[in-house]
T-cell receptor, first 116, second 110 residues
């Protein structure tokens, strides 16, 4: 149980375009989802916390208008990288907490974004 | 915030035990996790411990917590080549507020 999927697993786009990444909890409802960014050979950096039906909470230094997060249902959160630039190239990972009183984040497999 | 430190690299021979260490700074951290990341993949939860515990064993994995020294370790017994990966410790006051270490790259030598 507690499986999280991401789509796409890899995406290559041209500079200036927008890219949407989906994060789904497959076998549970997730009131809270998280978006992380991971640079090569580095740890995870939390970008934002996404709660179903409300606005995402962004970490300091993360541009809200650049990284749009939508958590429209209890099983789906999306991250849209708007007007992508090469410096946005990274590995983006989402995670989810199954419901109330659960103590673990379950992670998706990640999405590798390459901006040309 | 919390500072979470790990050694960057560890090499062990197949069949030996591996010990991956993690130190943290915030004594209010009550949730402590170990995640495994294989190349190009997301994070897989391996095991976790709460701050009211000193040790937790799960098959080949043993987690030790020294709360006084804010030191967490993961021991992998009989390490196999399939254990080669990056191991992250993550700590926090709650599951929704985790701080990750830099990750330790474990290399298992056949």
């Amino acid at each position: 149980g507690a499986v999280v999927s991401q789509h796409p697993s890899r995406v290559i786009c041209k500079s200036g375009t927008s890219v949407k990444i989906e994060c789904r909890s497959l076998d549970f409802q997730a009131t809270t989802m998280f978006w992380y960014r991971q640079f090569p050979k580095q740890s995870l950096m939390l970008m934002a916390t996404s709660n179903e039906g409300s606005k995402a909470t962004y970490e300091q230094g993360v541009e809200k208008d650049k990284f749009l997060i939508n958590h429209a249902s209890l099983t789906l959160s999306t991250l849209t990288v708007t007007s992508a630039h090469p410096e946005d190239s990274s590995f983006y990972i989402c995670s989810a907490i199954p419901g109330q009183g659960t103590d673990t984040q379950y992670f998706g497999p990640g999405t590798r974004l390459t901006v040309l | 915030g919390e500072d979470v430190e790990q050694s960057l690299f560890l090499s062990v021979r197949e069949g030996d035990s591996s010990v991956i260490n993690c130190t943290y700074t915030d004594s209010s951290s009550t949730y402590l996790y170990w995640y495994k990341q294989e190349p190009g993949a997301g994070l897989q939860l391996l095991t976790y411990i709460f701050s009211n515990m000193d040790m937790k064993q799960d098959q080949r994995l043993t987690v030790l917590l020294n709360k006084k020294d804010k030191h967490l370790s993961l021991r992998i017994a009989d390490t196999q080549t399939g254990d080669s990966a990056i191991y992250f410790c993550a700590v926090g006051a709650g599951a929704n507020n985790l701080f990750f270490g830099t990750g330790t790259r474990l290399t298992v030598i056949p």
